[in-house]
């Protein structure tokens, strides 16, 4: 069954963390559904950088799509910076309508090894951003009844060993999204979190299994899409993976996504958050 195409016409989508990865292939493909977008990341020149992607790079490409595009360089550590993309947004479109958390650091380690340095980084850029962002974001959503979807996991663990301060910093994100549901009457608030490894920088970079146990980005914005095609009351202060999301419309060929033909991808994202996760869709 083919995943559904929300009517996203007139609404303005600002996606935090969208040079490259899942934030970029977020932007392509709400663009693709009539939505104008806002690209946002700290890369503005990738000329003398390995990695290739910017923020102006991903305006162009949705812009290459039929939709409007606006590049702001945004560190979300920095309210002020969150706040001046809410306002760039407004003075060129006028309106907000969804909020897409997507910018996060990762770093894995033990409570015992993780310098003080990148544990604070990772409260920083995913507990404090994720908290920046949507707050400067709120005035402006409740105007349209807008969307907030954050890229973190379902609350369903009490410790993760091994990984605690990242696996907090991504609670965090989740916690503070989902609080929205109980506080504004007129946002509906959701989290999204991959089953599998997505194939992203972050995956490549740190060595997060191989290339069989990665997923391509479209597993997630193919969810997204489902999520956005559902009434916003229907999901407002809930969690979802993205196979759950899809299997709810009839998806069965997940071989689709994988990033390397006839491979199967262990749900190594789900079992992150918890050893005893099982699939019940």
Not at 16 to 33: D, P, V
Not at 71 to 89: G, M, S, Y
Not at 114 to 142: C, H, I, K, S, W
Not at 192 to 207: D, K, S
């Given at each position: 069954?083919?995943?559904?195409a929300?009517?996203?016409?007139?609404?303005?989508?600002?996606?935090?963390?969208?040079?490259?990865?899942?934030?970029?292939?977020?932007?392509?493909?709400?663009?693709?559904?009539?939505?104008?977008?806002?690209?946002?990341?700290?890369?503005?020149?990738?000329?003398?950088?390995?990695l290739?992607?910017?923020i102006?790079?991903?305006?162009?490409?949705?812009?290459e799509?039929?939709?409007?595009?606006?590049?702001?360089?945004?560190?979300?550590?920095d309210?002020?910076?969150?706040?001046?993309?809410?306002?760039?947004?407004?003075?060129?479109?006028?309106?907000?309508?969804?909020?897409?958390?997507?910018?996060?650091?990762?770093?894995?380690?033990?409570?015992?090894?993780?310098?003080?340095?990148?544990?604070?980084?990772?409260?920083?850029?995913?507990?404090?951003?994720?908290?920046?962002?949507?707050?400067?974001?709120?005035?402006?959503?409740?105007?349209?009844?807008?969307?907030?979807?954050?890229?973190?996991?379902?609350?369903?663990?009490?410790?993760?060993?091994?990984?605690?301060?990242?696996?907090?910093?991504?609670?965090?994100?989740?916690?503070?999204?989902?609080?929205?549901?109980?506080?504004?009457?007129?946002?509906?608030?959701?989290?999204?979190?991959?089953?599998?490894?997505?194939?992203?920088?972050?995956?490549r970079?740190?060595?997060?299994?191989?290339?069989?146990?990665?997923?391509?980005?479209?597993?997630?914005?193919?969810?997204?899409?489902?999520?956005?095609?559902?009434?916003?009351?229907?999901?407002?202060?809930?969690?979802?993976?993205?196979?759950?999301?899809?299997?709810?419309?009839?998806?069965?060929?997940?071989?689709?996504?994988?990033?390397?033909?006839?491979?199967?991808?262990?749900?190594?994202?789900?079992?992150?958050?918890?050893?005893?996760?099982?699939?019940d869709?």
């Amino acid at each position: 069954m083919a995943v559904p195409a929300p009517d996203l016409s007139g609404q303005v989508a600002v996606i935090t963390g969208s040079t490259r990865g899942i934030g970029r292939a977020l932007a392509l493909q709400l663009a693709e559904y009539g939505a104008d977008i806002v690209s946002t990341g700290k890369t503005v020149d990738d000329s003398d950088s390995d990695l290739e992607g910017t923020i102006h790079k991903t305006a162009d490409a949705v812009r290459e799509r039929g939709s409007e595009a606006l590049a702001v360089q945004l560190d979300v550590r920095d309210p002020d910076n969150c706040q001046r993309v809410v306002d760039e947004t407004l003075d060129e479109f006028g309106r907000l309508d969804i909020l897409i958390n997507n910018a996060s650091a990762i770093q894995m380690g033990e409570i015992g090894e993780l310098p003080m340095n990148r544990f604070d980084l990772l409260m920083e850029v995913n507990v404090r951003g994720t908290y920046a962002m949507t707050q400067a974001a709120l005035p402006a959503l409740r105007d349209g009844g807008g969307r907030v979807i954050t890229n973190a996991p379902p609350l369903e663990v009490d410790r993760v060993p091994g990984m605690a301060p990242y696996a907090f910093s991504k609670m965090g994100m989740a916690f503070m999204t989902l609080s929205l549901s109980g506080e504004e009457e007129d946002v509906a608030a959701s989290t999204l979190w991959p089953v599998t490894a997505i194939e992203t920088r972050a995956t490549r970079y740190f060595g997060m299994g191989s290339e069989e146990d990665w997923r391509s980005p479209q597993v997630y914005t193919d969810a997204a899409s489902v999520l956005l095609d559902r009434d916003p009351a229907e999901v407002d202060g809930h969690s979802f993976y993205d196979e759950e999301l899809l299997a709810s419309v009839g998806v069965e060929d997940f071989d689709q996504y994988a990033l390397v033909e006839g491979s199967n991808p262990p749900p190594s994202s789900a079992e992150m958050f918890g050893a005893d996760f099982a699939r019940d869709w």
